[in-house]
Structure formats: structure tokens, C-alpha cells
């Protein structure tokens, strides 16, 4: 068994699964990363206008959930959801490519990501390269 | 506290930290990835040939850390770990961009992945995009 501990909490407008987009360049409003302050000497480094890779916990999603429809569209075959972006999968682990629009202590205000309200954070990584489509 | 479970495990002729390659394009051999039949209808839908992201479970690294010398070299200021990819990091996950070689049953085999043996696979997703950069 492997223990993970949230380094911090998503703030943002989106409180629902329903009203979320699927991807982050898909209508995500602004939201705020707030850091643990024990972890804030890990952010120094990044800054505004950095493109980071925040990853989450997506707590609502289901776990055993092995095949799903892409994009939730039923007229879409089912596929592993190993071959998808679902939220439901058996560690449901986010990956957001966001644009960090402000920090302010140990809040991050960011760009483009389509998390919920609360979604625990449980990383963030430089991007490497220039992939505007890495979620 | 957030549970995670392995989905799998790395088999790789790397065996230890310091063999291994910092990132995946600089020499990694390739390796397989052993995935749990119990997860196995959620590989549907990934093929020879695709790129995937890898999540793995630096279980090897520290998880104290919080700030290092980028790649290990002290003549480099010190930053948070949050804008590295040091495996050294509250939550050690690795992220990996490998191309899938074959698909034998729950045996994937990888390109250019820099974990060594043993290492717990945590997820498997799609590249969205086509950065060769995204590890």
C-alpha cells in the first residue's frame, strides 16, 4: 500500500463533476492552487507565467471503473480507461498543464484547470518541452 | 490520507538510482511493464507504436526533501523540487513518456523508461499532443 499526502487544495468556481470541462482549454475558469504551508521552500522556482503540470486526486472519481466510454459519449465504443483521460480509473491521479497566472505566498493562481472545488493536490512539475496539449 | 494502489511493476536491467538515466531520452534501455490482470480490460485500446505517460512510484526516493541542486549538481543553485523533476519529492511520483514496443497480455514492452527495476506502476494515460519531451 502506498500512502499519498495532499500538498495542497484546489480552489475554484467549479463545484460539480457535471459543470467541469474535460479538459482544461475547454472553458476552465481561473482557479487558485492553495500550498500546505510546510511545503512552500518546494515552489521556489516557479513563477508567474511558468507552464507547470499540477497533478490532483480526483476524490470523486470511481475506482473500479476499468472501461468507459471516451468523453462519457455512449455512442463511442468503450475503451480501457488506460487509453483515455477518465477521472474514473483505479488511481485516480489528475494531470493538468496550467499556466500560472499569479503566486501570491502559498497560493497559486492558475489557468485551464478543470478540476472541482476542493480536489486535493498531490504534485507539481515543471513541463519539459512545449506541448500546449499536455494535460 | 490517500491510498494508492500498484497496477503494476517495472522489470528493467536498471537496478539502482545511480545507473539510471535522469530522463528517458538519455539512455534508458528498454524495459516491460508488468501490469496486474486484475487491470487488464483497462489496457484496451493502447497498441504497439502508441506514446503513453507512465506513472510510476519512485519508491526509492526521500520524501523530506524538499529543495535540491538541479540534477544532482552542486555547482547549481538550489531549488524547490517543485519546479525539478527529482524523484526526491513529497509525493515521489514519475512521470514517463514511453513508446509501447508490444503488448504481450499484461506484459507492455517500453522505450525509454528511466525507473528501475521494481518500481510500482501507478497509472497509464494517453499523450494529448505530440510534445517528444513530455517524460
Redesign the interface.
Known sequence: ???????GTVESPLTDRGSAPR?GDEGAPEAVIVLDQA?L??????APGDA??V?T?FHLARRDV??VHPRGDVARP????????SPD???P?G?HRVEVVSIEGGRLGVRNLEAVDGT?V??????????????
Chains 1, 2 share one sequence.
Open positions: 500500500m502506498i500512502q499519498l499526502t495532499a500538498v479538459q511545503v521552500p518546494a515552489l521556489d522556482g516557479v507547470i503540470l497533478l486526486w476499468l472501461r468503450e475503451q480501457g480507461v488506460f487509453s483515455t483521460r480509473r483505479p488511481n491521479i494531470l486535493p498531490i504534485d507539481v512539475k515543471p513541463v519539459i518541452g512545449s506541448d500546449p496539449n499536455e494535460r
